[in-house]
């Protein structure tokens, strides 16, 4: 049975930090990718960073530069590092695990999922 359980959301002001953490228990292998997602009221869910079993990363084009995701393979845990917070970051965020080693953002190739945490950014 594999478990992802997120944490760090917050309510933040524009233009601050947070870091995310999602911790994987079970079988989640260090060759899968892991991947942030975020999800706004009335908005479809969107792929964030993504980061493969080599730690090589990929990003939305909204978060480049000001998101980083990272990964310590010996405590299970993928990290989302968010700076320079925008009142349009507000959404719940979810961490994802699949079985490919190459980062990505499609959805459909993720099979494991957390329950999220809530990031709310106000001005």
């Known amino acids: 049975q594999v478990q992802l359980v997120e944490s760090g959301g917050d309510s933040v002001q524009t233009g601050g930090s947070l870091r995310l953490s999602c911790l994987a228990s079970g079988s989640v292998a260090s060759g899968y990718s892991v991947a942030w997602f975020r999800q706004a009221p009335g908005r479809e869910r969107e792929g964030v960073a993504s980061?493969?079993?080599?730690?090589?990363?990929k990003y939305a084009t909204s978060v480049k530069g000001r998101f980083t995701i990272s990964r310590d393979h010996a405590k299970n845990t993928v990290f989302l590092q968010m700076n320079s917070i925008k009142v349009g970051n507000t959404a719940m965020y979810y961490c994802?695990?699949?079985?490919?080693?190459?980062?990505?953002?499609?959805?459909?190739?993720?099979?494991?999922w957390g329950q999220g945490t809530q990031v709310t950014v106000s001005s």
């Open positions: 980061i493969g079993s080599e730690l090589n990363t």
């Open positions: 994802a695990a699949g079985p490919y080693g190459n980062p990505g953002l499609d959805e459909r190739d993720f099979l494991f």
